[in-house]
């Protein structure tokens, strides 16, 4: 049973971005885009253009107007996601030929094409992400049909988040997660930062890695730039330049010093604790990360006295 998520948003809000950034994540290039606007006139012509530009160029792309679960079901093939953008305009174009939009046919209408979606959502294997547009907070409209049109896509959006296993409301291009468990997916993005160590090509690892609101700092050894040891003997020194790669790690991940809650000190010799600890403290006195101190037999490099590792979680 595949998975539904509402993407809602104003105009302008960053949700159509949100919503392709969020598909290529889930499905690489095996989506399906799903286009509901018509090219009515040149403006429209134009947006639809520049939206095609900006996809990816091995999405597949779907145009309907109506009858939109049903027609994706026979084009779905391969896709492990599905983009609909949007269910504003795919409203928009049910109201056509509507006589009269408040009418229980208009209305009558549209439950029909929001439930074949939901059951669309249901028979697909990935992800089905639908775009919409959050159009009741702002000033009521003036006019009948821009009220009912409201009115029907508020309900129509309702309907959709009761049955979505995630929801979002885009604000100014941020996502505020509404509906599903866990972080937000764009919250859990991943961001790999490198010190420019010899050794992380070597062995295949990144100085830092950023996960969310979580950052954590590989085991750091006393390198300088160009990769000799410095303070070769002295464990004070050493612990000195492991912090400063640490901080400057952190700085790239978006973190602090201060939002560092774990540190791992590994020695060859505990008997440098008292050492270590002083530039430790130095560094962290104020700030009383929970900390571990361990000897090791040794290090890849038998100049090195000390390694530390951190972990923040960023506020």
């Not at 100014?172 to 997660?177: E, M, R």
């Not at 006393?222 to 700085?251: H, N, S, W």
Request: aromatic residues 6%; charged residues 25%.
């Amino acid at each position: 049973m595949g998975q539904l998520i509402l993407i809602l948003g104003g105009a302008r809000s960053g949700k159509s971005t949100f919503a392709e950034q969020l598909a290529q994540e889930l499905g690489g290039e095996q989506v399906l885009y799903v286009a509901t606007a018509e090219a009515g006139d040149e403006e429209m012509r134009q947006r639809i253009e520049k939206h095609r530009r900006e996809r990816p160029a091995a999405w597949r792309t779907l145009e309907v107007q109506h009858g939109v679960g049903r027609a994706i079901l026979r084009h779905a093939g391969e896709a492990d996601v599905v983009l609909l953008d949007c269910l504003t305009l795919l409203i928009s174009n049910l109201l056509v030929g509507v006589d009269d939009s408040v009418a229980p046919q208009a209305e009558d209408k549209i439950a029909a094409e929001v439930e074949d979606l939901i059951a669309c959502a249901r028979q697909l294997p990935g992800h089905f992400i639908i775009v919409s547009n959050e159009v009741g907070m702002g000033l009521v409209p003036a006019y009948p049909l821009g009220r009912a049109y409201r009115d029907l896509l508020g309900r129509a959006n309702q309907t959709l988040v009761q049955k979505a296993d995630e929801a979002y409301l885009l604000v100014a291009g941020i996502p505020q997660k509404l509906k599903g468990k866990g972080e937000s997916l764009r919250q859990m993005d991943r961001q790999n930062v490198s010190s420019g160590s010899p050794f992380e090509g070597t062995i295949g690892f990144s100085r830092a890695v950023r996960v969310g609101h979580h950052v954590v700092v590989s085991g750091t050894a006393p390198i300088g730039p160009g990769g000799t040891t410095v303070g070769v003997g002295d464990a004070y020194l050493q612990t000195k330049r492991c912090i400063e790669i640490i901080t400057q790690a952190l700085e790239q991940a978006g973190a602090a010093l201060e939002d560092v809650v774990r540190t791992r000190v590994f020695l060859v010799n505990i008997e440098d604790w008292e050492k270590v600890a002083r530039a430790h403290t130095e560094v962290f006195g104020s700030i009383r990360p929970a900390s571990t101190f361990v000897q090791v037999s040794r290090f890849i490099n038998p100049e090195w006295l000390v390694e530390i590792e951190a972990d923040a979680l960023v506020k």
